[in-house]
Structures are given as structure tokens and as C-alpha cells.
């Protein structure tokens, strides 16, 4: 999802921890040490990590640099492999049944669990080198000024997904803004909150 479009859904975050001053002489190398590593040749189910704001192809941020006045932007990018279930089903019958045929020639009578689970895994890589993943990007704004953070998505997984590389990638923790948390964040007295009644308006 992008901040570009005229509408999006976003998540904001908190920063709960404070930045050092070498952090932010060390974006770009850390944005890279974790950027996103393409697996069109690769039999992976799936991918992700950064890459530029402006350009998902961009992984060394070399053209386009995060840095946009107080605000860092950049992306994350998760490339899907995903294979129909109606044809893993069918290459693993068709795969079973060779299987068996060159049993009986054998002599022997059925087919093991541990080889079904073996030819399940082969069919799995063959198919995925047959299918391309799909790919999509997840905008990110951190406002260094406020320590917030906006990521262009809502779902669950994603926002897993993106807590866990964001601390892994800059060794900070973020926290999501609910409205309380939100409302809290902006009073002088937080804990006010607690002592409100909501108005009843009929």
C-alpha cells in the first residue's frame, strides 16, 4: 500500500525507545544489512524485506535516499510464491500413483509415510519454480522529530511482520498507537483519561 495514492490504510507507531546519534549516519547500511532479497530463481515461498520508498526494484538505496528532510521513508517488500491447492493436489496424485506403479514392479505393496511426506516436498519445489511470486510493498514514514512511525498497512501479519524487522533492523521497539494510547500521548496529564465518562448524546 502507498502514501502516494489519494487514500490509503495505515498503523501508527511509537518509537519507545530513544534513538543514539550514530543511528542516523547508519540508516543506510542498516536499511541494506536487511533489504529485500528477490527469489524469482529460488523454489522460497516467500521473501521480505527494504526497500526505497520511490522504487521497490531499489535495494541499495544508492538512488533514491530515505533521508527527506526530518522525515525517513521507505518501503517494505514481501514476495508471495503461492501455488493453487487444486494443482499440488494434482501433481501429488500424479506423483503417488508413479510411485506405486514402480512399487508393484518391485514387489512391494504400498508406499510409506516418510516417502509421501518426501514426494509431497519434491512436488512443493518443483511448482514453486514454476510460479512466480507476487510481490507488494508496504510504505514506512518515520517522523525522526515525534519519534512516530506510519506503516501503510492494518493487517495483522503485516504489522508483525514489520515490528519484528524494524527492531531487528535498527534496535528499537515500537509500540502500536491505539486511540487511548494516542490521546495519552498528546496530554500533559495522561492519566486524566481514566477518570472520563463518555456522554450520552440521546
Known sequence: MSFLKTSTSFTRFRITDPAPPSLWTELTDRLRKNAFTDIDELPEERSFGWTSFEDMLDTSF????????????????????????????????????????QNREMGKKFVSRERKKELKEQVMLRLRMRFLPIPAEFQVIWNTASSML?????????????????????ELHVAPLSPYELAAFHLKDPLRLDTLEPTRFA
Not at 526530518?70 to 510411485?99: G, M, N, S, W
Not at 501479519?157 to 527492531?167: I, N, Q, S
Open 62 to 101: 544508492a538512488v533514491n535516499p530515505v533521508e527527506k528532510g526530518q522525515y525517513i521513508a521507505f518501503c517494505l517488500r514481501l514476495d508471495t510464491r503461492r501455488v493453487p491447492p487444486a494443482v499440488i493436489k494434482k501433481h501429488l496424485a500424479l506423483a503417488l500413483r508413479k510411485e506405486e506403479a
Open 150 to 170: 506510519y506503516f501503510a498497512s492494518t493487517q495483522q501479519k503485516m504489522l508483525d511482520m514489520f515490528e519484528e524487522l524494524f527492531v531487528r533492523t535498527f
